[in-house]
């Protein structure tokens, strides 16, 4: 579990790394040897040279990391004058499973789609096997929901930003072949719109499933799979 934890860190750290570079000039390559792929959907696509990923016969989608923003819930409860309506660590757990469920499921979805990817549950053996592995990180939510009582609203003209770091991995040799990073920063309006629960999910629902999109859509070109859904 150690050893797990501490994977998920230098994932998150090399994400942040490339992240950051999106304003700026690209990496031109990763820390662990991956190439800038040009003319992509996706903010940056990182390759592995040689890498192919056309011979697989099974595809497993692993569970979606969330992680916030640093500093992000003592940012949130600075802001806030009433200390019944603070955000609370169970808050940022909701809110932290319920965005990675979405997104593990939008994938899913997407690889379903037909003609089919045959999808396994189980691929701890790795034969054969291209495993996804999609996280979210910097997720900046300008005004959560908190299960305080009374009824309040929020004002926003920013729903937030998050962004997916996915990578594809060689089930028998857990070699990174593609690295993913895109950021969605939501669009700035000129007015005040109420911001709660219901928005939040239907924004983060609708860039979830762009990003699915998108990947389906890049493996079915690199893939021998045939044919893209709609």
């Known amino acids: 579990m150690q050893g797990s934890n501490t994977i998920k860190s230098l994932l998150a750290c090399a994400a942040l790394t490339l992240a950051a570079c999106t304003s700026n000039s690209l990496v031109p390559q990763t820390y662990d040897g991956l190439d800038l792929q ?33 500093n992000w819930l003592r940012d949130q409860n600075n802001s806030r004058l009433d200390l019944g309506n603070r955000v609370t660590q169970k808050d940022v757990d909701r809110i932290k499973d319920t965005l990675a469920s979405e997104c593990e499921k939008y994938f899913r979805e997407a690889l379903e789609q037909a003609p089919p990817y045959p999808l396994v549950d189980n691929f701890s053996d790795g034969e054969g096997v291209l495993i996804l592995r ?13 299960h305080s ?3 309040q609203r929020t004002y ?7 962004t997916l770091v996915l990578e594809l991995q060689d089930g028998t040799t857990g070699e990174t072949l593609v690295r993913i990073v895109d950021r969605y920063r939501s ?22 499933s762009r990003w ?17 859904p709609e």
């Not at 007015?191 to 999910?201: D, G, I, P, R």
């Not at 699915?212 to 893209?228: N, S």
Request: aromatic share 8%; with cysteine; proline share 4%.
């Open 149 to 151: 009582a009374g009824m």
């Open 212 to 228: 699915a999109r998108q990947l389906r859509k890049g493996l079915d070109q690199v893939t021998t799979h045939t044919g893209t």
């Open 156 to 162: 926003t003209t920013q729903a937030g930003e998050m």
């Open 134 to 146: 999609p996280s979210i990180i910097n997720l900046d939510i300008s005004a959560p929901d908190t």
């Open 38 to 70: 040009p003319d992509t959907k996706f903010g940056q696509v990182y390759k592995r040279a040689g890498a192919d990923l056309s011979g697989y016969q099974a595809y497993g989608v692993e569970a979606c990391d969330v992680a916030f923003k640093k």
């Open 187 to 208: 669009p700035e309006t000129s007015w005040l719109q109420w911001s709660n629960s219901v928005t939040n999910q239907a924004e983060a629902r609708r860039v979830l």
